[in-house]
């Protein structure tokens, strides 16, 4: 086992930090790391050596694959600093890479070498609940190898469901998209209705049309759930929603389709790519395999056992079951067609999409995580940056309460007592 010298923080050699990416990006996540690096260097540039980025998230720290942004920043002169820094902001993706990586024990004995080379004290971990939980290891190991390591989260995901916090960066922005790509697709629906009105005593030669559109969400129905702010009124879909926080029965469902259907003479079906039936994933109930070429689908597990479900299985079992069990009026027309539209990592990428009001917030929660750790009498570590009700308005939460848990757990009454106990004592 290593053995590692606790190495106390001194006016002599100025502590480091260092910005680690966790999981998927949004496009507003390098928002983050601009009000965090920004905060610091304007702010409290007399109490830091450096702040480095890993490149390429947890992996990059790993394989010690670190660049200099104040070295960045003053490339051109200090006047220019600001300037240089505010480039990092509106990427629509992780400015400095990412990794789903979960770091094992080997693998923080790694870091905490690489911590020490490079006299790393701080370091600041943006992403979800996966993530959290990333952040307790390294501060766990850390202590317990007395190395003085401040670890501060700062939360992103498109799914918005992490505990505690009112919402989080990359949501609002996900949200809009699926609200105007849901307005989209229900005027193309539009476009081929065919009332029965209309028809001249004869079969209308072509099929019925319906939508099935899948959303990012594995554990929760947020975004999913954002489409109804497309509906201008009752007739525009979604018209039936699929989560799996509400669970899925096939008659029921079936059901919902049918009289949607029978009243508005169209159906769009919106759904959560983590859809559940009580038992599996909806999707796991198509099998795909191309048979002439022998090639089976195999589902993916990620390090932290989280299961992928993005892709269009989903989409295809929902279109499939549509077309097999929905009764469409024969005396009009020929047959009925379902379009399915898939998840995809496009849902979260639009910079051009972007919220303005989710924008604010990720610089905020950067802004948020460089004051608590440099803004007070002592350097805090061990909790995550929350948004609160109110606009513009930060605070923060133990890791604990937040990590590897989702909103709507049993977890979150235990997770807001201690977020309550913690800002109660700690003030800066």
């Known amino acids: 086992m290593l053995c590692v010298r606790r190495v106390p923080m001194s006016k002599k050699s100025k502590p480091n930090a260092i910005y680690i990416m966790g999981g998927g990006g949004t496009c507003v996540v390098s928002a983050s790391a601009f009000g965090l690096v920004h905060q610091t260097y304007s702010k409290y540039r007399q109490k830091i050596g450096t ?24 490339a051109e002169g200090s006047e220019m600093a600001a300037s240089r ?27 905490l070498e690489v911590f020490m080379a490079h006299n790393i004290h701080y370091v600041f971990l943006n992403g979800g609940n996966d993530t959290m939980e990333k952040a307790i290891i390294l501060e766990e190991f850390a202590r317990e190898s007395s190395w003085e390591l401040h670890v501060i989260g700062i939360p992103k995901t498109v799914d918005n469901d992490l505990l505690i916090t009112h919402r989080c960066p990359g949501y609002a922005s996900f949200a809009k998209q699926v609200a105007l790509t849901t307005m989209s697709l229900q005027g193309d629906l539009d476009s081929f209705g065919y009332s029965e009105y209309s028809s001249k005593h004869e079969l209308v030669k072509e099929s019925a049309v319906a939508q099935v559109v899948v959303f990012m969400g594995r554990d929760s129905g947020w975004g999913a759930a954002a489409s109804l702010v497309g509906k201008l009124d009752e007739s525009y879909g979604p018209h039936v ?38 038992d599996q994933y909806l ?47 024969t005396k009009i027309y020929n047959g009925f067609k379902c379009r399915e539209e898939g998840p995809g990592y496009l849902q979260r990428n639009h910079i051009e999409l972007f919220s303005k009001i989710d924008f604010d917030d990720a610089i905020a929660c950067g802004r948020k995580a460089a004051d608590l750790a440099f803004g007070g009498f002592e350097p805090m ?3 995550m940056v929350t948004l609160t009700h109110l606009p513009g308005e930060t605070s923060y939460t133990p890791l604990e ?13 235990k997770s ?8 109660s004592s700690h003030q800066i």
């Open 241 to 278: 929603l699929l989560t799996k926080e509400g669970g899925f029965k096939m008659d029921r469902f079936l059901d919902r389709c049918q009289n949607a259907w029978d009243r508005y003479g169209n159906l769009m079906v919106v759904a959560s790519e983590g859809a559940f039936d009580g």
């Open 381 to 383: 570590g061990g909790i």
């Open 401 to 413: 309460s937040v990590a590897d848990s989702t909103k709507g757990s049993r977890a979150m009454t």
């Open 416 to 423: 807001d007592r201690k977020s309550t106990r913690l800002n």
């Open 51 to 74: 702040f480095y980025a890993s490149v390429g998230g947890m992996r990059g720290a790993i394989l010690e694959d670190l660049t200099d942004l104040f070295e960045f920043a003053a």
């Open 85 to 111: 820094l505010r480039q990092l902001k509106f990427r629509s993706a992780p400015v400095f890479g990412t990794s789903r990586y979960k770091p094992d024990t080997e693998d923080c004995h790694r870091l």
């Open 283 to 329: 999707g796991n109930h198509l099998e795909v395999m191309a048979y002439r070429h022998q090639l089976l689908f195999k589902v993916f597990q990620d390090p932290h056992k989280n299961t992928s479900v993005t892709d269009s299985r989903l989409a295809l079992f929902l279109k499939l079951l549509l077309e097999n069990r929905l009764n469409i009026p």
